[in-house]
């Protein structure tokens, strides 16, 4: 059981190449979402997935992309990264309804745009 | 709109004294507060939540965090502090009907041997 995986852990663009981060969970969890992690900004969320099948935009959607692909996978795409978009990357899910209604968070991705 | 907030960025406290680490909220409905913590290079954990119930709430690694609807706040506590306490805090509110959080700016404690 490795909870929520993320792939890869380091990456580093130049400004206007894309990429895809990847995050897989193994707890049958229904939600799952996209976080990014910026000095004094705290946690601000990119985009989640109530669902499999569904997606919708958090506070700070411009510039990404995601795909539920299953219920196991939910992936953030950058189609032309930008400086801007440095950041620490988190992936988390959430079974609705489970008792303990908590977050289960991906070790990160660390992304530098050059 | 849901939000929280965390006024300190860093609380510095020596081992062994209690720690109160800070954060008010504004929902609309009844609010869904959570804490949770962040150690270096790492992912967030879930340290506890608020729901219903009892006012003050008791988590993991000895923490306690209490409800004040007074207040709009629910302060995250705990009576002795410890070195290896020392990490990044978050609070956060879970969006009432939705299952988006919102997560405060996050506060860094360090605890002083």
């Known amino acids: 059981n490795a909870g929520v995986t993320q792939t890869p852990k380091f990456q580093v663009l130049k400004t206007g190449q894309s990429m895809t981060l990847q995050c897989a969970q193994d707890m049958n969890h229904n939600s799952m979402y996209w976080y990014r992690q910026d000095p004094g900004m705290g946690l601000r969320l990119i985009y989640y997935s109530a669902s499999e099948g569904t997606t919708d935009k958090g506070e700070v959607p411009n510039g990404y992309n995601v795909s539920r692909l299953n219920k196991r996978e939910f992936s953030l795409r950058l189609e032309s990264a930008a400086p801007s978009q440095t950041s620490v990357y988190f992936c988390a899910s959430y079974r609705a309804g489970e008792s303990t209604d908590t977050q289960y968070f991906g070790p990160g991705t660390r992304l530098t745009v050059l | 709109a849901q939000s929280v907030a965390q006024p300190e960025d860093q609380v510095n406290v020596a081992e062994g004294n209690p720690l109160t680490v800070k954060c008010t909220y504004s929902v609309s409905g009844n609010p869904y507060l959570f804490w949770y913590v962040q150690y270096p290079n790492r992912g967030l954990q879930f340290l506890l939540k608020?729901?219903?119930?009892?006012?003050l709430v008791k988590g993991s690694y000895g923490f306690e965090a209490e409800f004040n609807k007074s207040q709009t706040s629910f302060h995250l506590k705990k009576p002795s502090a410890l070195v290896s306490d020392s990490a990044l805090y978050f609070c956060a509110v879970r969006d009432p009907g939705t299952y988006k959080y919102i997560f405060g700016t996050g506060t860094r404690l360090k605890v002083l041997a």
């Open positions: 608020y729901i219903t119930g009892d006012n």
